[in-house]
């Protein structure tokens, strides 16, 4: 294995799996699997990319820390030679949050005196510029993930919010530097006196020029962009172009599984809803106990080839409410309990196609559908929209997973997802 990612929840793991076994032409990508927590057996030797999903976003800082260190040494003994601590590429994470204090954890274990921090992904409307975080062109703070029910990002201002979880200097490579080439940003980043430093990108082109100059970065922290032009660096040596992953596609009985309020999901949701049938979870119903994983099986299986839709989804308004009446913690472990226990039914079943929307509810899926078949390791398919692509686990009677960020996806997304598993392309 030569690239290790570690990614704070499922979705962004997804994501920078794409981004590595797709690479750039003409060299391509890197043979990846993605592993729904840290495996307890060693990887297949033929795997050149490995990429694990915590679930430490959200997670107390100790416990963060202390599984990020755990896969960083499990990524280490399958011989990785360059790691990447992957978050959101809209840098989700409270003033106390996990970012600083997991990055400084990886960067003393590896001993890594500079450290890049860059969440640009341009081509889902993610840039950086002069330290300040941008979607689509609008200021982090104004997109609407200041209404984030777990993670509301109130700044815009990266380098400034990563200073408040780091008792290290965080300074700035900025785009001046970026376009004058990788030498450049090499030497921007290995002379800056800080030992954090906010990399300013706002293009693709910005991103591969990163990866040239990171070449020797034993650490590196970002969202999946930052990983767009790693790939290369270890293809070049060999001279010769990755077999990549083969995916031919699944057919079966389908579902879709959406535990996210963001108002891409809402609106995939609207839409998907106007010739499927759809089941709106009631919250206050799961927390009593009247509404679970029966209720929800039982609305899938009465709709048998109509592709429907469960989803826990609302304004961030209906967000607070639910949460003031019954506590955040409270609501988020009943439905990731109940996203996990119907998806286990579902996979136990016969369901081979499943599409899940929400980075904590993609969690709690794929490690449920992982436990249920007994396969950790996630193959990486063809891209359904950009930082989304399909999954296949399991290898005598495989299942299709697509695990989608809030934010991300085209509005037709889970009728494209399902099809795209069905098809192969």
Same mark, same amino acid.
């Given at each position: 294995?030569?690239?290790? =990612?570690?990614?704070?929840?499922?979705?962004?793991?997804?994501?920078?799996?794409?981004?590595?076994?797709?690479?750039?032409?003409?060299?391509?990508?890197?043979?990846?699997?993605?592993?729904?927590?840290?495996?307890?057996?060693?990887?297949?030797?033929?795997?050149?990319?490995?990429?694990?999903?915590?679930?430490?976003?959200?997670?107390?800082?100790?416990?963060?820390?202390?599984?990020?260190?755990?896969?960083?040494?499990?990524?280490?003994?399958?011989?990785?030679?360059?790691?990447?601590?992957?978050?959101?590429?809209?840098?989700?994470?409270?003033?106390?949050?996990?970012?600083?204090?997991?990055?400084?954890?990886?960067?003393?274990?590896?001993?890594?005196?500079?450290?890049?921090?860059?969440?640009?992904?341009?081509?889902?409307?993610?840039?950086?510029?002069?330290?300040?975080?941008?979607?689509?062109?609008?200021?982090?703070?104004?997109?609407?993930?200041?209404?984030?029910?777990?993670?509301?990002?109130?700044?815009?201002?990266?380098?400034?919010?990563?200073?408040?979880?780091?008792?290290?200097?965080?300074?700035?490579?900025?785009?001046?530097?970026?376009?004058?080439?990788?030498?450049?940003?090499?030497?921007?980043?290995?002379?800056?006196?800080?030992?954090?430093?906010?990399?300013?990108?706002?293009?693709?082109?910005?991103?591969?020029?990163?990866?040239?100059?990171?070449?020797?970065?034993?650490?590196?922290?970002?969202?999946?962009?930052?990983?767009? +032009?790693?790939?290369?660096?270890?293809?070049?040596?060999?001279?010769?172009?990755?077999?990549?992953?083969?995916?031919?596609?699944?057919?079966?009985?389908?579902?879709?599984?959406?535990?996210?309020?963001?108002?891409?999901?809402?609106?995939?949701?609207?839409?998907?809803?106007?010739?499927?049938?759809?089941?709106?979870?009631?919250?206050?119903?799961?927390?009593?106990?009247?509404?679970?994983?029966?209720?929800?099986?039982?609305?899938?299986?009465?709709?048998?080839?109509?592709?429907?839709?469960?989803?826990?989804?609302?304004?961030?308004?209906?967000?607070?409410?639910?949460? +003031?009446?019954?506590?955040?913690?409270?609501?988020?472990?009943?439905?990731?309990?109940?996203?996990?226990?119907?998806?286990?039914?579902?996979?136990?079943?016969?369901?081979?196609?499943?599409?899940?929307?929400?980075?904590?509810?993609?969690?709690?899926?794929?490690?449920?559908?992982?436990?249920?078949?007994?396969?950790?390791?996630?193959?990486?398919?063809?891209?359904?929209?950009?930082?989304?692509? =399909?999954?296949?686990?399991?290898?005598?009677?495989?299942?299709?997973?697509?695990?989608?960020?809030?934010?991300?996806?085209?509005?037709?997304?889970?009728?494209?997802?399902?099809?795209?598993?069905?098809? +192969?392309?």
């Amino acid at each position: 294995m030569r690239i290790g =990612v570690i990614a704070d929840d499922f979705t962004g793991a997804s994501d920078i799996a794409n981004t590595l076994a797709k690479g750039v032409e003409p060299e391509g990508g890197l043979r990846t699997a993605q592993f729904p927590g840290i495996p307890d057996l060693p990887a297949d030797e033929e795997i050149e990319a490995g990429v694990i999903s915590l679930k430490s976003r959200t997670a107390p800082v100790e416990e963060a820390v202390a599984d990020s260190l755990r896969a960083l040494r499990w990524l280490a003994d399958q011989g990785c030679q360059q790691f990447i601590f992957k978050y959101c590429s809209t840098f989700d994470s409270t003033m106390e949050g996990n970012i600083g204090p997991v990055a400084e954890a990886l960067a003393n274990e590896l001993g890594a005196q500079k450290v890049v921090f860059c969440p640009a992904f341009p081509t889902t409307g993610r840039t950086v510029y002069h330290g300040h975080l941008f979607v689509l062109g609008k200021l982090l703070h104004e997109s609407g993930m200041e209404n984030h029910p777990l993670t509301p990002m109130t700044d815009a201002n990266i380098k400034r919010w990563l200073q408040h979880q780091t008792e290290e200097a965080v300074g700035l490579v900025p785009v001046d530097a970026v376009k004058q080439g990788s030498k450049a940003i090499a030497t921007a980043w290995q002379n800056a006196d800080e030992r954090f430093v906010i990399g300013d990108a706002i293009s693709d082109e910005d991103l591969l020029t990163w990866g040239e100059a990171l070449k020797n970065a034993k650490l590196i922290t970002g969202g999946s962009g930052i990983a767009l +032009g790693l790939p290369r660096n270890f293809l070049r040596e060999t001279s010769s172009k990755s077999a990549g992953s083969v995916f031919t596609g699944i057919a079966g009985p389908a579902a879709i599984l959406a535990g996210s309020c963001s108002g891409a999901t809402r609106g995939q949701i609207e839409i998907h809803a106007k010739s499927h049938p759809t089941f709106a979870i009631d919250v206050p119903g799961v927390m009593s106990g009247d509404v679970t994983a029966q209720t929800l099986l039982d609305f899938f299986k009465a709709h048998p080839d109509q592709t429907p839709l469960a989803y826990s989804s609302g304004s961030p308004e209906d967000v607070r409410a639910i949460q +003031g009446q019954f506590g955040q913690e409270a609501v988020a472990e009943k439905l990731d309990n109940l996203f996990a226990d119907t998806a286990r039914e579902l996979a136990e079943t016969g369901y081979k196609r499943l599409v899940v929307a929400g980075g904590e509810t993609s969690g709690a899926v794929a490690k449920a559908v992982s436990e249920a078949l007994g396969s950790p390791a996630m193959s990486i398919g063809p891209e359904i929209d950009p930082g989304v692509p =399909v999954l296949s686990i399991g290898k005598s009677e495989p299942i299709a997973l697509a695990l989608k960020s809030g934010n991300f996806g085209a509005p037709d997304f889970f009728s494209k997802a399902l099809r795209m598993m069905e098809a +192969g392309k």
